[in-house]
């Protein structure tokens, strides 16, 4: 299984980007998907989660109302649209994957520890 992130870039505060994550081998529809992001110097964080379906998504309250994740089954991909960027927004961002269905949903699509990851692309929010 391989996830492929795309999409990061400059953004401007108060600017919008998207990523865009597309996973290749496995079954993408039984996968948890997940955006994780890490500053140089800090730890990894989770950002957002979305389960199987689509229906349940799990946000860290940082980027609440400013993030939006999304699936496309039948794409196998996962996107996140980014508005209202902030400069501490900036981080090298990581898709991942989990086989998680029914646990992974709420706060379970942050406590999952994921069998996949991406590459990891690298978003910098400045003026």
């Known amino acids: 299984v391989q996830l492929q992130a795309s999409g990061g870039g400059l953004g401007q505060p108060g600017g919008s980007l998207r990523l865009s994550c597309t996973v290749f081998?496995?079954?993408?529809?039984?996968?948890?998907m997940a955006w994780f992001r890490q500053d140089p110097g800090k730890e990894r964080e989770f950002v957002v989660g979305i389960n199987w379906s689509g229906e349940s998504t799990y946000y860290t309250d940082s980027v609440k109302g400013r993030f939006t994740i999304s699936r496309d089954n039948a794409k196998n991909t996962v996107n996140l649209q980014m508005d209202s960027l902030r400069p501490e927004d900036t981080a090298v961002y990581y898709c991942a994957a989990g086989i998680c269905l029914d646990n992974c949903i709420g706060t379970g699509l942050l406590r999952y520890e994921y069998d996949y990851w991406g590459q990891g692309t690298l978003v910098t929010v400045s003026s």
């Open positions: 081998g496995g079954t993408f529809g039984s996968y948890a």
